[in-house]
């Protein structure tokens, strides 16, 4: 294990504060400053995780030579913006999802990437979410077969969220849906990208939500191809005037065996084995946490505990226990131990799938390249 440490400021602290404790505890980082416009709230922030290098301009970060790398947790439409005077600031850059709202955004992203020769990683919660390593780890061994079919969706109600959001078209927001369908079939040689992608928008969101974005749809429902592969995937998404609760969900079709999400939170998940007597082809099963990948520092921020006969899962171990996943491959491929996954290419196909998708709705369906990045 190196011994090596990067020194990583956060940009942007409601959801990226999540992160602070994580890299404190690193044995590979030192969290050395924090960023966010609000001066009493930065330093709420940092005297609550005693943090003493705080900035409430983001340009003030990347000016800072005692930075090695920043994790960009700002709202959407900056992501892409500070990504890239980050990467040509001579910094490392992890950044939430998605990584852009524009295609052209996304080649400058791949650009300034390539130029600077730095990391780029977007964040992307569900490619680290202990369902997803489950199945994940049950395909690479073998368990399911052929991959089928895939299917993702990702629900939310985001009625009353920050001013960037109301009326926000569904997917531009896709990542969590479009990314654990095309991780599934990569190979850390071989990414899989997909390459076009179709899809209808359908219901109407309330008239003063649509002027925003122009973009009136209530949900939004793809199917893509994937370059290289026969399998096809959808995906659904919603963020207004719909009634669900909230659902970031991931179907696995097998030839041998399928895995399908649970309906509603506090359920269990199912495996679908082929060939056994029709009662006992479904069955619920207990997803195993990965904390064993992780340095020990870091384990307890999957949120799970264990004990003697059981283990269980507190809220707290954000979104599947991916976060000390996220940040301990960020550091990995900083140290350039490991690749960063996603990577910039990677990142942009994930991103490119849902702004090609609602160009797609925007035509009544017709199919939509993707490009290459
Ligand atoms: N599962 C996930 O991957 C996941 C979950 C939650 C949020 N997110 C993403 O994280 C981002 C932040 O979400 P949130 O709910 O914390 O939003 P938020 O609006 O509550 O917080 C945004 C933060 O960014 C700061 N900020 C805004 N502009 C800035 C600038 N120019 N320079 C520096 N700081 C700036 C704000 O002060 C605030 O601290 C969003 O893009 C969201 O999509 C991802």
Request: with cysteine.
């Amino acid at each position: 294990m190196s011994t090596k440490k990067v020194r990583v400021a956060i940009v942007g602290l409601g959801f990226g504060a999540e992160f602070i404790p994580i890299y404190k505890d690193h044995p590979n980082a030192e969290m050395v400053a924090i960023c966010r416009r609000n001066e009493v709230e930065l330093n709420r922030c940092g005297e609550k995780f005693g943090i003493f290098k705080r900035y409430t301009r983001f340009e003030d970060v990347l000016n800072d030579p005692d930075i090695d790398a920043v994790h960009i947790n700002s709202p959407i439409p900056d992501h892409a913006p500070q990504s890239i005077a980050a990467l040509k600031a001579g910094k490392h850059v992890a950044c939430t999802v998605p990584a852009a709202t524009s295609l052209a955004e996304l080649k400058e992203l791949c650009a300034a990437q390539r130029a600077s020769g730095k990391v780029y990683m977007m964040m992307e919660t569900v490619v680290y979410s202990r369902e997803y390593l489950f199945v994940k780890e049950l395909y690479d061994r073998g368990v399911l077969g052929k991959i089928q079919f895939l299917r993702g969706s990702h629900q939310q109600d985001m009625d009353g969220w920050p001013d960037y959001w109301p009326g926000l078209p569904p997917m531009w927001y896709a990542t969590h849906c479009v990314s654990p369908c095309l991780a599934i079939l990569s190979t850390p040689n071989q990414p899989a990208h997909a390459d076009g992608v179709s899809c209808h928008g359908s219901g109407r969101i309330r008239e003063e939500l649509i002027k925003r974005y122009n973009s009136p749809f209530a949900v939004e429902t793809a199917t893509f191809s994937i370059r290289g592969h026969d399998v096809c995937a959808e995906v659904t998404r919603s963020l207004f005037d719909t009634a669900r609760q909230y659902r970031e969900s991931f179907d696995v079709m097998g030839s041998n065996v399928s895995f399908e999400w649970q309906q509603v939170e506090g359920e269990e998940p199912i495996l679908h084995t082929r060939g056994l007597p029709e009662p006992q082809i479904p069955r619920r099963i207990r997803v195993p946490d990965y904390a064993g990948r992780l340095p020990e520092p870091i384990r307890k921020y999957t949120g799970a505990i264990h004990d003697a006969t059981h283990l269980s899962f507190v809220q707290g171990g954000g979104h599947g226990g991916s976060h000390p996943h996220l940040a301990h491959n960020f550091l990995m491929a900083v140290l350039g131990l490991q690749p960063a996954f996603p990577d910039a290419p990677t990142s942009a196909n994930w991103t490119a799938v849902g702004i090609c998708a609602h160009e797609s709705a925007l035509k009544n369906g017709e199919k939509v390249k993707i490009p290459e990045f």
